[in-house]
Every structure is written in C-alpha cells, then in structure tokens.
Nanobody
C-alpha cells in the first residue's frame, strides 16, 4: 500500500526557515516523481514544487521560486522541501503527492504557520 507521511511543519517567524520531509513506503520510491502542494482555507490547493525521479528536473511555483529548494534522498525514501525566507503568505497545510497508474496518493499534511 502506498503511504506518504509529511513532517517538519511548525510555527516560524517571517524570514525564518523550515525543512519539510515526505517519507514514502509501499512502492518503489525511486521510480516516481514527488510533488508538494499547499492548501489554504478558502483557496484552491496550489502546486508548490515537484521533483523528478533523479532530481535532475525540478519545478517551483513562481510564489516560492528562489526561496524553496526541493531535493530527494532515494536511499531514505524521502523528499525534502527546504523553505527559506518564509512569509506569512506561505502559511497553510503542506501535502506531498505521487501519481501511480492514474491514481493520486497524498499524505496527511503538515501545518506551516508563518507569523509576522
């Protein structure tokens, strides 16, 4: 069974940093791209970043480009999202995701709150 678990969220002041982790199990982790999404109440879920199987290809939303860095350690079945220069607008629940055979799998999410 595909399983994704996010961790690393928390409360941080504006300008601070957090590193989120997404640990995968139940599938060949190294064979799948992993994405990070953010959900804010009252807004559509937003794609934040994505990394290919070999981390040669990465994607960032314009809102986080230059501040967030995605990476993966396939030996640990984990994808990381290093978030720097955090802004209050970054507040939300962050989810990681993978698609396999047309089915999307999501973790339970981790809350990130950025205060002024």
């Amino acid at each position: 069974e595909v399983h994704l678990v996010e961790s690393g969220g928390g409360l941080v002041q504006a300008g601070g940093s957090l590193r989120l982790s997404c640990a995968g199990s139940g599938f060949a982790f190294e064979d799948y791209a992993i994405g990070w999404f953010r959900r804010v109440p009252g807004k559509e879920r937003e794609g934040i970043s994505c990394i290919s199987t070999t981390d040669n290809d990465t994607y960032y939303a314009d809102s986080v480009k230059g501040r967030f860095v995605i990476s993966r350690d396939n030996a640990k079945n984990t994808v990381y999202l290093q978030m720097n220069s955090l802004e209050p607008e970054d507040t939300g629940i962050f989810f990681c995701n993978t698609w396999q055979s047309g089915t999307g799998y999501w973790g339970q999410g981790t809350q990130v709150t950025v205060s002024l």
